[in-house]
């Protein structure tokens, strides 16, 4: 076809073609990368958000039935329920409450006392303190990873502190070596508290809280003392600095509680493909067997529900950010049409010369738009291969770019990452890579239009 | 009778229109060009032969009248089939050469059968065209240019490439609007010389525009444009 090999001449023959394509190259590289490291940071903040949330929450309404009796003390039929539901991979029970930190004990300590998390504001520092059946929860949630130790390369941030559990499987047994007389049950705390309280492994923390009496509506002091046994690290700052694990057997003795359980947490084979049929199922069958109340009332969620509003958050400024940076083709496709419609002011004479050849409109038209395609398969397809690389390789260019500089561009610590994240969607680059081929040829398509109704004459009494 | 005619034009009216006004450039003239022959246009310079020749040509539509090439009504045809048909039945040769500064004198050459390839008609092989077209140029003594930019060229040499791109399709007709005006003397009958030789050879139905009434004595006809209208060399002329 003339029209590939003239436009192909007319691309290489002005150099001028080469702003257009690096405007496209420059957008689209830009967008890939921008993107990218957005994802990454997204999808970082989402899985913190998920944290250590599993798939679905059950949490039966503290209230009995509407005819008074009361749902089961024990969770054991609401787990047996869930389980029974073979597109459910495992669940597990866990029982929270609340408590404040107070320290004290036998291993070298003269503070007895609770600490305020803000002088100023006299803030306590209250925890929540979490029973978890260790086996179940191992396979449901994400605890396993946050009590490995921080990687090699980590910060000072996500190493400071960290106190190993010597049996990352049994965290609650009592570490060798460590012969206490004490009778207190172990447990492990968000590595945030540890470092707020000072904790080290065998340190002894008394915690306090109160229980309302459903019977007599008195409320009960209780207090307890437990050993820490190891730390956890979620990345999630509330949840490193304010929870505590420990059995849930124990606690519930401890608290002494009607119930055994306050929360159900359910991974499922696959959530994204099963997520919502389940919740329907399950609420449906669950109200059916009474263990629940009525799932209208929000007892049973999907994580995302859980954590609705920050993820929407998210949602939105990924949405947001992609909008304006759209722009940025807008811009490149707009470079083009100016290019063009000089190029073709400039051309009027070979116009009217190949149509008197016997080129027809639409045919001078193809030439034009042709240059604009070469723009932008030259530009996106390079923008692409660009974008991808150095989104792959964010890490050791902002690492050179700082040492360049002198100046730290990502800082490790007020991040939580010891890498700036990017996650590379194939989808999204593919998107931005039509989203400039379109953005391009439609620039393109109007000065090409309007070179096709040249009329040749006029084109060649130019001389 | 008219399948023996190459072109037909007939009560052909053009007038431009220059802001408020309207100039009509002809006025209802006829032209007849039969097949194998040599016609010559003469006429002072503005009295319409180039627009004339655009007219024939099928660059312009008139403003009035009707073009038939070989028999066939061109204004009547789809925008693509009279390009199709200027593509392949007619070559064009200007005074101002009009070659495409981007491609080298070869790819010049053989840029109307790339287009003709678009046209979809015959099958066209490239490497045949460009065979062909490398040989055309050889024996217009341009062997050693082939590969040279219009810009390198001289004004004779350019004038040749464009006659080699004019026939590389082998248009039966060729209409050439004073295809010497931009030359010297010298160089100028060369160029009509090889021309001249090319019409005989092809057998071409050939219009020539020309101020150079000594090459009236080598033209099957002369005619003449005067105020608008085609003047017939009665001695020629065979009434139809
Ligand atoms: N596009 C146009 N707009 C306005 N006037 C035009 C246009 N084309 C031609 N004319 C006018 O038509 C007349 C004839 O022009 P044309 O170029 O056909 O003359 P010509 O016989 O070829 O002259 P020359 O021998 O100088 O080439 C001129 O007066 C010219 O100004
Ligand atoms: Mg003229």
Redo the contacts between chains.
């Keep these: 076809?003339?029209?590939g090999?003239?436009s192909w001449?007319?691309l290489t023959?002005k150099r001028i073609n080469w702003v257009g394509i690096i405007g496209v190259y420059v957008g689209v590289t830009a967008l890939i990368l921008i993107l990218s490291i957005m994802s990454g940071f997204l999808e970082q903040q989402r899985r913190m958000v998920r944290g250590s949330l599993a798939h679905l929450v059950v949490e039966p309404s503290p209230m009995p039935h509407i005819d008074g009796t009361p749902l089961p003390a024990s969770s054991e039929p609401l787990q047996q329920a869930i389980l029974a539901d073979p597109r459910v991979e495992s669940a597990t029970t866990q029982l929270s409450w609340f408590s404040m930190l107070m320290q004290g004990g036998a291993r070298g300590s003269l503070i007895s006392t609770s600490r305020l998390s803000d002088t100023q504001s006299a803030k306590l520092v209250g925890v929540q303190i979490v029973g978890i059946d260790i086996e179940n929860e191992l396979r449901t949630t994400d605890l396993l990873a946050s009590l490995q130790p921080p990687p090699a390369e980590a910060s000072i941030n996500q190493t400071y502190g960290y106190i190993a559990v010597e049996n990352p499987n049994d965290p609650f047994s009592e570490p060798e070596g460590l012969e206490y007389q004490q009778p207190w049950a172990w447990c492990i705390v968000g590595q945030q508290l540890a470092i707020v309280h000072g904790l080290r492994r065998g340190s002894e923390i008394n915690l306090g809280t109160m229980i309302p009496d459903p019977q007599t509506g008195k409320v009960r002091q209780s207090n307890r003392k437990y050993l820490v046994a190891g730390t956890f690290r979620t990345g999630e700052n509330e949840i490193d600095l304010g929870r505590i694990y420990m059995d849930r057997r124990d606690l519930h003795d401890f608290l002494g509680t009607h119930r055994d359980y306050s929360q159900v947490l359910v991974k499922l084979h696959d959530y994204e493909r099963d997520g919502q049929a389940v919740m329907g199922d399950l609420s449906a069958s669950l109200v059916q067997k009474r263990l629940i109340r009525d799932a209208g009332l929000g007892e049973l969620k999907t994580w995302e529900q859980y954590r609705g509003n920050l993820l929407g958050a998210i949602e939105n400024e990924k949405v947001l950010m992609a909008i304006m940076l759209s722009l940025v083709l807008v811009v490149a496709g707009f470079t083009v049409f100016a290019i063009l419609t000089m190029m073709i002011a400039e051309k009027r004479?070979?116009i009217?010369?190949?149509?008197?050849?016997?080129?027809?409109?639409?045919?001078t038209m193809w030439i034009f738009l042709l240059i604009g395609f070469w723009d932008a398969l030259l530009g996106a397809v390079g923008g692409a291969v660009t974008g991808v690389l150095a989104a792959l390789n964010i890490d050791s260019i902002e690492q050179s770019i700082s040492q360049a500089l002198g100046v730290e561009i990502f800082n490790r610590d007020v991040y939580l990452f010891d890498h700036i994240p990017a996650v590379v969607d194939p989808v999204s680059v593919g998107v931005i890579v039509l989203g400039a081929f379109v953005c391009t040829l439609t620039f393109a398509a109007i000065p090409s239009w309007r070179a096709s109704r040249m009329?040749?004459?006029d084109a060649?009494r130019y001389? | 009778m008219s399948e023996q005619l190459a072109l037909n034009a007939r009560d052909i009216r053009k007038s431009f229109q220059i802001g408020e006004r309207t100039i009509e450039v002809l006025h209802g003239t006829h032209l007849e060009l039969r097949r194998g022959e040599r016609l010559c246009l003469m006429g002072a310079s503005g009295a319409g032969k180039s627009t004339f020749m655009?007219i024939l040509?099928l660059?312009?539509q008139p403003t009035e009248g009707s073009v038939e090439v070989e028999g066939v009504n061109a204004w009547g045809l789809s925008?693509?089939e009279r390009?199709?048909?200027?593509?392949?039945r007619i070559g064009?040769v200007?005074q101002?050469y009009?070659?495409?500064?981007?491609?080298s004198a070869i790819e010049n050459v053989v840029?109307?059968a790339?287009?003709?390839?678009?046209?979809g008609a015959n099958k066209i092989d490239l490497k045949e065209i460009n065979e062909r077209a490398m040989e055309g140029l050889t024996r217009f003594g341009l062997s050693d240019r082939l590969t040279h930019r219009p810009s390198q060229l001289s004004g004779g040499e350019q004038q040749r490439v464009a006659i080699a791109?004019a026939l590389i399709l082998d248009p039966p007709i060729l209409i050439a609007d004073e295809p010497t005006g931009n030359l010297d003397t010298a160089t100028g009958k060369k160029v009509l010389d090889l021309l001249m030789e090319e019409q005989i050879n092809r057998g071409l139905s050939m219009i020539l525009v020309t101020h150079d009434t000594r090459l009236a004595d080598t033209c099957d006809r002369v005619l003449t444009i005067e105020d608008g209208q085609i003047q017939s060399d009665s001695k020629f002329d065979i009434p139809h």
């Design positions: 076809m003339y029209q090999f003239l001449r007319f023959a004479r070979d009217g010369i190949l149509a008197a050849l016997g080129a027809t409109p639409r045919g009329n040749p004459i060649l001389e | 655009h040509g660059l312009d925008v693509n390009a199709k048909l200027r593509n392949q064009f200007f101002f009009h070659l495409l500064p981007e491609l840029l109307p790339r287009i003709a390839a678009s046209h791109r």
